[in-house]
């Protein structure tokens, strides 16, 4: 019998997240029996081979993808809360977002200036991923470059702010020089989706995903240590540069690769880690970062089943979603708990 509260809360968030992750899955646009959906899981017959098509080539897909990027962006934001000790730091504080959307403006924007080959490449899939990708990788290289000559973490966040609006400058010059259709498409990016990606593109994101989560477990003992400042962990022995490093290469791998594949999602980043540290009751990261991956799978794939609206032809865009269900949880928890565990 399992008598840790920690241990217990978190296999209930596992059992809550397949739960949710199945519900997700039966429900779309087109309505498929559940006896159905059951059926194409375990692969069996289908009565209809666009049901069949449906659920295997879209709607796990987008279910998995929810998973990583909510999983993602909460842990991302958890590691620059702790970073920075600020309850406001969320996964795109360092401008890693800001990076990807002048990538991507560049490419889809910037065409109408330059046309030829780049032009072509703002109508591909793979061509707004590699963009985003180039954008949030040359961000991570300035920001790199920072940490390693400046010793002041605040001063890290205050150039990172930097970087997001110089980033933010250019993509609006772009926007005012550019066709109306070519900024509608880079405004339709930015909403965020989760439901065009193919299972070779989820494959790929779930390396990057692993490999930062791979890497904030690395740094769980210096998280640990950094709650309590600097001071506190270097005379723990703890080499902070090292440390801030490593911290920053897992948050630019996971918010840079969900960026790239799913577009900028807000809110999820900022308020996951919130909502963990309120349910564990713990500043404890061993216990916060299983917590974090659960509950921001959760509430993503929760986000994703509003913005589908069931049974419909209409996809909300899933970044209103993620604010306008999200914030109230968030606001009643603090407000609840009258405290905030930091």
Known sequence: MITNRPTRSILLLLMLTILV??????????????????????????????????IQNYRL????TAVLVGS?????????QTLFRNPLAGPFVLGISSGASLGVATLVMGSALMGGVLGGLGDSKWGIIIASSLGSFLVLLAVLAVSIRVRDTMAILIIGLM??????????????????????QYIFWGFGSLGNLSWNEVFILGIVFFLGIA?????????NSLLLGEHYAKSMGLNINKSRILIILATSLLAGGITAFAGPIAFIGLAIPHIARQIMNSGNHSTLMPAVIFIGAIVMLICDS?????????????????????APVVIWLLVRKKNMIF
């Open 306 to 326: 509003i913005a589908q609206l069931p049974t419909t032809d209409y996809t909300l865009p899933i970044n209103a979603v993620t604010a306008i269900f999200g």
């Open 21 to 54: 992750f199945m519900v997700n899955v039966f429900f779309g646009s087109v309505n498929i029996p559940v006896k159905e959906v059951l059926m194409s899981l375990t692969g069996q017959e289908v009565e209809q081979e666009s049901w069949n098509y449906i």
């Open 163 to 184: 970087f997001a609006s110089l980033t933010s400058a250019i993509v609006g010059i772009l926007s005012f020089f550019t066709s109306a259709e070519q900024l509608q």
């Open 72 to 80: 993602g962006l909460g842990v991302s934001g958890l590691l620059m």
């Open 215 to 223: 890497f904030s477990i690395f740094s769980l003992k210096a998280l």
């Open 61 to 64: 897909p987008k279910a998995v």
